[in-house]
């Protein structure tokens, strides 16, 4: 069963409108996520022969590329225990001449401590839509500036990747993710908080629906201070850009409105919840 649904001329979602002859559109009753193979997947890429063409092993150019995440504070993932824990870290430093790379280490001591007893370590990092994915081996402590982080040798390669948007985790009806939004008008003219489910999300942004004027949205709104409740007893502050609104109609025939939004000003602790939800939901999906 099939529904009509439009992206609003007026980008805007406060009442349906007669359908515009621009961009008419069929859509399912709950709108399609992005298919996973043309994913920006968060999680490292598994050994395979036909990913050789894309792997690095010029010095010159791996320590360009590493050279680049330092210089651009670029956040990266390292993951170890077989990819079933991670850190979210920054490249600070390297010394090609000792072949040592320097990274920062987590705020938990447990996951420090596991890190360091691990001997095969992924880090994964992405610089203008390109994945790049290295193999490190088992780190150590040491200084950098005067406080503590993690050293290792560099890498003898690099993978780089080109990825097109970032892989979005379709969520469970029954336990999916809610937002809380700050008050806004509503069609009625009656400014209140709402409680809204999340449809999809990404490690850079998610989608939720409300009922179309329930409230009013329009692209490019900013939402400030809304709370995203992830779990029972984990929710955090994050700030939401409406990029496209959706209407459709849903199984009860009423008009629904889908926004999908960037996430904006994410703490760390936020984005390993995200990145930990998007992780299990990318394994069950394969």
């Given amino acids: 069963m099939s529904h009509n649904a439009r992206p609003l001329d007026a980008t805007s979602c406060a009442t349906p409108k007669a359908v515009s002859p621009f961009g008419q559109a069929r859509a399912q009753m709950h709108p399609p996520a992005a298919p996973a193979h043309t994913a920006r997947l968060t999680m490292p890429e598994p050994f395979a022969g036909d ?25 990266a993932t390292v993951y170890f225990d077989r990819n079933d824990d991670f ?5 600070l430093s390297m010394n090609p001449e000792f072949e040592e790379l320097i990274f920062d280490m987590a705020a938990e001591h447990r996951i420090n ?82 409680h809204q489910r ?7 942004g998610l989608a939720f629906v409300a009922p179309v004027g329930h409230p009013v949205l329009m692209v490019g709104m900013k939402l400030q201070q809304c709370q995203l409740q992830m779990a029972a007893d984990d929710a955090f502050n994050v700030d939401l850009e409406i990029r496209h609104i959706l209407v459709y109609k849903d199984g009860f025939g009423r008009d629904m409105c889908r926004a999908g939004c960037n ?24």
């Avoid at 010029?58 to 956040?75: E, F, G, P, W, Y």
């Avoid at 999340?198 to 850079?204: C, G, L, Q, R, W």
């Fill in 51 to 75: 990913l050789e063409p894309y792997v690095v092993y010029s010095r010159i150019d791996i320590l360009a590329n590493l050279r680049m995440l330092i210089d651009q504070q670029v956040r």
């Fill in 198 to 204: 999340v449809v999809d999300i990404s490690a850079t």
């Fill in 113 to 194: 401590q596991k890190l360091l007893a691990s001997s095969d370590l992924t880090v994964v990092a992405f610089v203008d839509h390109i994945k790049l994915q290295f193999s490190l081996n088992r780190a150590e402590v040491t200084q950098w500036q005067g406080a503590p982080a993690f050293r290792a040798r560099t890498p003898r390669s690099i993978l780089r990747l080109q990825r097109r948007t970032a892989f979005r985790a379709k969520t469970q009806i029954s336990n999916s993710p809610y937002v809380l939004l700050p008050a806004a008008l509503d069609k009625n003219g009656t400014a209140d908080t709402t």
């Fill in 87 to 91: 850190i979210l870290t920054r490249i």
């Fill in 263 to 286: 996430l904006l000003h994410m703490s760390g602790e936020a984005e390993m919840a995200i990145q930990r939800y998007v992780n299990k939901r990318a394994v069950r999906a394969r």
